[in-house]
C-alpha cells in the first residue's frame, strides 16, 4: 500500500511549487483512490481460501480410537512435550457418557495437568452443557449441549488463538463455535504433562484426542468432527452404473456454475424426481456457485472444501454440471486441461459417493453458437470421464428450444427446465410438466438451504470478522449468537421437505 499512496517529498514539492495546487490535489486524489481500491482487493483475497489443511502440522500428542472416559488412567505427553509453551494451541476429543448429568456446573471430565500437580486445562460438564477452564482461570465459558447427552457421540474443540490480527479463542462443539473469548497474552508450560479423563460415574468413552501447538481452521475443525466415531464407517452405496434407480433417503447435491444455479433455482429437475420416487424422500442440496469451473471454485475464508461440503450436506449422489464456461474461457486447446481438471474433480466426490452423474452442456445461441463444435468436444471428454469413473452421463437428447437462454449464455427459466428434465430423464418416469404447486415449494425450501448454507454475511459468522460485535451477543459478548442461530434452519427446511413430500404423494405416489 505504501508504494501505491505515499507521494515521494520532492513529487510534492515540485507539484506545490510549480503552482500547480490542482495538479496537487489530483494526484493526491488519485493515490487515495489507488489505496482504496487495493484495500478492497486486499479484503476481497483475505476472504477467499482453499481447501488447504494439514491435520498432521503442529501435532504435538495424539490417541486414535475410543478409550474408556472412567478408566482414571493418565495419558501422559511424549518427552518431546515436555517443556514445550503452548501460545496458540488447539485440543480437540470425542466423547460420549451413558448416563445424564445432573450437576451444574458439572464436574471434570478430562483435565491436562502437570506433574508436580498443576491445573493447566479443565472440561467440565453439566446438566446445562460443558465449560472449560484454562490456566487456573476458574470455568468459564459454558456451551449448551442441545440433545441428550447421554449415549450421544460429542465432539469438542478447545481453540486458542492469540494473534495480533484476529485473537480470539472458541470452545465449539460437533463443528459449530458456540462461544469465543479474547484469552489474554501468555503462555502454558508443559512439565511433566498428562491428561486425565474421568467420567465421576457417568461411564462412556473417550475417542480421538489431539493436542496441537497451533489454532485450527475451521476446515480442520470440521474434518475431526467427521472421523469415526462421530461419522460411521458406512459402506459406500452402489454406482449408477450398477443401479438405475434412486434410493430411499437419496440426497443428491449438485455441482457446477450459472446452469447449476439456474437449474435448482428453476425446480423443474427436483418436482420431476420427487413425483417419480415419491415414498423415496429425496432430498436435493444446492452445492453450485456462480462462475465454478472443474478449474476453480473459489469459496470464503474458512468455507471448507468440496469434499466436506459433500459430507456435511449427507450427499449419497451428486449431479455435476460444467463445461460451458471452460469452453468459452480456453476453447480447443484446453481441452487436455479440461480433462484432468474433471477427473481430479470427479475423483473428489468419488470419495464420498461413486453415485455421479456428468450432465452435457447445453449449446450456446446467438453469436456464440460458434463455439458448439468445441462444445460438442468438452461433452465428448465428459462422457470419457463418466464413462472411467462408472457414472452417468446425462446427453442432450433433445434440440435447445429457441429462447433457452436470454443472451446465448445464461439460461432462461424455459432452459433451465429443459435442463433439468433432460437430467431427470435418466430415471425414466413422467416427464410432464410438474405441478407448479410443487415447484414453488421446493423453491421455497431451496431458499431455505442458499441461506443456510451460503449465508451473505460469512465474514461475521466463520470468516474474519467474528470479533464484531454484531456476531456476538449483546448481553454477553463472550456467546456467538450467530453458528447457533443459523443451525434453526435445518428443522425449517426438514419441515419443507415433509411438506413438499406430502403433496407429492397427493399429486400420484403413495409414501410408505
Known amino acids: 500500500m505504501t508504494r501505491l499512496t505515499a507521494m515521494h517529498a520532492d513529487e510534492q514539492k515540485e507539484l506545490q511549487e510549480g503552482g500547480h495546487p490542482a495538479c496537487f490535489l489530483e494526484a493526491m486524489f488519485f493515490r487515495l483512490l489507488l489505496g482504496i481500491q487495493f484495500m478492497f482487493l486486499s479484503s476481497v483475497f483475505a476472504q477467499v481460501s482453499g481447501d488447504a489443511s494439514d491435520l498432521a502440522a503442529g501435532l504435538v500428542a495424539q490417541w486414535d480410537g475410543a478409550m474408556p472416559l472412567d478408566a482414571k488412567t493418565p495419558l501422559p505427553l511424549p518427552d518431546s512435550a515436555q517443556g514445550m509453551r503452548l501460545e496458540n494451541f488447539a485440543v480437540a476429543f470425542a466423547f460420549r457418557v451413558e448416563a445424564k448429568p445432573d450437576v451444574d456446573p458439572g464436574s471434570p471430565i478430562l483435565a491436562l495437568r502437570n506433574d508436580p500437580p498443576g491445573m493447566l486445562l479443565d472440561w467440565h460438564l453439566g446438566a446445562g452443557g460443558m465449560a472449560v477452564a484454562i490456566a487456573g482461570h476458574g470455568v468459564a465459558h459454558p456451551v449448551p449441549i ?7 457421540w460429542q465432539h469438542v474443540v478447545l481453540n486458542v488463538k492469540r494473534d495480533a490480527r484476529q485473537s480470539l479463542s472458541g470452545l465449539w462443539l460437533n463443528g459449530i463455535e458456540l462461544n469465543s473469548w479474547r484469552e489474554p497474552p501468555g503462555s502454558i508450560a508443559l512439565d511433566k504433562a498428562r491428561f486425565e479423563p474421568n467420567s465421576r460415574g457417568l461411564g462412556g468413552q473417550m475417542a480421538n484426542l489431539r493436542l496441537y501447538n497451533r489454532a485450527l ?31 430411499a433417503n437419496e440426497v443428491i447435491a449438485v455441482l457446477g456454475g450459472t446452469e447449476a444455479v439456474a437449474v435448482v433455482e428453476d425446480g423443474t ?18 452445492l453450485s456457485w456462480e462462475a465454478d469451473t472443474v478449474f476453480r471454485q473459489d469459496r470464503p475464508m474458512n468455507f471448507g472444501g468440496l469434499k466436506q ?25 484446453g481441452l487436455g486441461e479440461f480433462k484432468t481438471a474433471m477427473e481430479k474433480l470427479v475423483s473428489t466426490c468419488a470419495e464420498v459417493t461413486p453415485r455421479l452423474v456428468l450432465v452435457e452442456p447445453v449449446a450456446f445461441e446467438g453469436a456464440l453458437a460458434q463455439h458448439n463444435d468445441t462444445l460438442k468436444k468438452y461433452a465428448a471428454v465428459m462422457a470419457e470421464v463418466a464413462k472411467a469413473q462408472g457414472a452417468l ?46 415447484k414453488a ?53 426438514q419441515a419443507k421437505e415433509d411438506e413438499l413430500w406430502k403433496l407429492a404423494n397427493d399429486l400420484g405416489g403413495k409414501l410408505p
Open 269 to 286: 429437475l427436483e418436482a420431476l424426481l420427487v413425483t417419480q420416487f415419491p415414498g423415496n424422500r429425496i432430498k436435493l442440496r444446492d
Open 309 to 333: 461440503q459433500l459430507e456435511r450436506s449427507g450427499a449419497t449422489a451428486a449431479v455435476l454440471m460444467f463445461g460451458r464456461q471452460e469452453c468459452l474461457e480456453r476453447g480447443a486447446s
Open 217 to 247: 481452521t475451521r476446515p480442520e475443525i470440521l474434518a475431526l468432527a467427521e472421523q469415526p466415531p462421530l461419522v460411521g464407517l458406512k459402506p459406500k452405496p452402489p454406482p449408477f452404473a450398477t443401479t438405475s434407480h434412486l434410493m
Open 441 to 493: 415449494l421446493i423453491r421455497q425450501k431451496n431458499t431455505l438451504w442458499h441461506r443456510y448454507w451460503r449465508p451473505a454475511n460469512w465474514a461475521f459468522l466463520h470468516g474474519d470478522r467474528t470479533a464484531q460485535p454484531s456476531s456476538r451477543d449483546h448481553l454477553d459478548p463472550t456467546q456467538r449468537w450467530f453458528p447457533s442461530e443459523l443451525e434453526k434452519y435445518p428443522p425449517l427446511i
Open 393 to 438: 452421463f446425462a446427453a442432450q437428447s433433445t434440440v435447445v428450444k429457441p429462447g433457452a437462454t436470454r443472451d446465448g449464455l445464461n439460461l432462461t427459466t424455459t432452459g433451465a427446465a429443459q435442463l433439468g428434465r433432460n437430467v431427470a430423464r435418466l430415471w425414466s418416469g413422467d416427464l410432464e410438466a410438474p405441478d407448479e404447486r410443487l
Open 146 to 152: 442441545a440433545s441428550s447427552v447421554a449415549g450421544q
